[in-house]
């Protein structure tokens, strides 16, 4: 069965490797129609092999449940976006 991308799936990303590639935070956005509150997620304290996939986070404006979870690439080193050197009320 097709999945629809041209790429062949490979294991899960995890923690480590994501901080390999200068990423250092996970974002999640809360699937919520009523919320769709952001939020950055500090990772830093957990071990690398921990899988992104299985991150499992609640809104903390909503406390809804259905929430993705994924890499923070804005603040990857080289990205037109990067966040990097803002002061925090810009992020």
């Known amino acids: ?3 629809g991308n041209s790429y062949p799936s490979g294991p899960p990303m995890t923690l480590g490797n994501m901080r390999q590639q200068g ?3 996970l974002i999640a956005y809360c699937l919520n129609d009523a919320s769709r509150h952001p939020a950055v997620i500090d990772v830093s304290a ?3 092999e921990i899988e992104i996939p299985s991150w499992r986070a609640k809104c903390g ?3 809804g449940r259905r929430v993705d979870v994924r890499p923070n ?3 990857k080193p080289g990205t037109p976006d990067s966040w990097q050197g803002c002061p925090t009320w810009e992020k």
């Open 73 to 75: 690439w804005k603040e």
């Open 23 to 25: 990423v250092r935070n």
């Open 1 to 3: 069965m097709a999945t």
């Open 46 to 48: 957990y071990p690398d």
């Open 61 to 63: 404006k909503g406390g």
